[in-house]
């Protein structure tokens, strides 16, 4: 069964410097990778998917996500955070082929220091 | 405006009574599903309905019933409602294949007193 590992529930860093939020899976399978953002009382919405092709994939408002096969990892980054940044982040995989299920992340708090 | 559509927002209700949520896409979308975000923000799927079939019934108890009348409308219903029934609730649809982005509903907040 696949499963999801966020290392950090909560990342404290200043305005305009770089992050890293950090996603590892496990799954018996070949899998989709997915990155979500939940502001404040919303819902989630997508920031940014691995399918296949190129490890490197770059989402909406800067953020971008590396796809590591060895070490079953698929980290987020951005390279200057700003204050609008700061949100709930989910790591989510899908097996390929399967029912369309999503297994979520627990979250990372990504909080931004003025 | 296209998006998922849930009411309503918040919930506030008494131990013991039934509730519905309503949950409605106008994205063309076949998949839908519920999910519970508890107050960690751990967020676990409940169901998924592909064109009003039943998909993914995970282990929730049998007092969350959902019904899909078309396959634009996932509506929740709970039974007997409990104290840790307290959590948001989110509906979210998606195109039929596997990998494709689920559209996330704006929540609703359901308070068991």
């Known amino acids: 069964a696949q499963s999801v590992t966020q290392l950090d529930s909560q990342v404290p860093v200043f305005e305009e410097a770089p992050v890293e939020l950090r996603c590892n899976y496990s799954?018996?399978?070949?899998?989709?990778l997915f990155w979500y953002v939940q502001y404040p009382n919303q819902g989630l919405q997508l920031l940014l998917k691995?399918?296949?092709?190129?490890?490197l994939v770059k989402g909406i408002n800067g953020f971008e996500a590396e796809f590591n096969k060895s070490q079953t990892s698929f980290h987020l980054r951005k390279p200057s955070v700003h204050i609008s940044d700061t949100a709930e982040y989910f790591c989510?995989?899908?097996?390929?082929?399967?029912?369309?299920?999503?297994?979520f992340g627990k979250g990372t708090r990504l909080h931004i220091l003025p | 405006d296209t998006a998922v559509s849930q009411t309503p927002k918040y919930l506030v209700t008494q131990m013991g009574n039934d509730k519905s949520i309503k949950c409605e896409q106008n994205?063309?979308?076949?998949?839908m599903y519920w999910y519970k975000q508890d107050s960690k923000k751990f967020l676990k799927i409940m169901f998924s309905?592909?064109?009003?079939?039943?998909?993914i019934n995970e282990t929730v108890p049998n007092r969350f019933s959902p019904k899909s009348p078309d396959k634009a409308h996932l509506n929740l219903h709970i039974n007997s409602l409990e104290l840790g029934d307290s959590a948001v609730y989110f509906c979210?649809?998606?195109?039929?294949?596997?990998?494709?982005?689920?559209?996330f509903g704006p929540g609703t907040r359901l308070t068991v007193l």
């Open positions: 979210a649809s998606s195109p039929r294949l596997a990998g494709n982005e689920q559209f």
């Open positions: 799954s018996s399978v070949s899998v989709y």
């Open positions: 691995y399918l296949s092709g190129s490890t």
């Open positions: 989510a995989v899908s097996d390929l082929g399967r029912d369309d299920k999503i297994i």
């Open positions: 994205l063309g979308h076949d998949t």
């Open positions: 309905y592909n064109n009003k079939e039943l998909i």
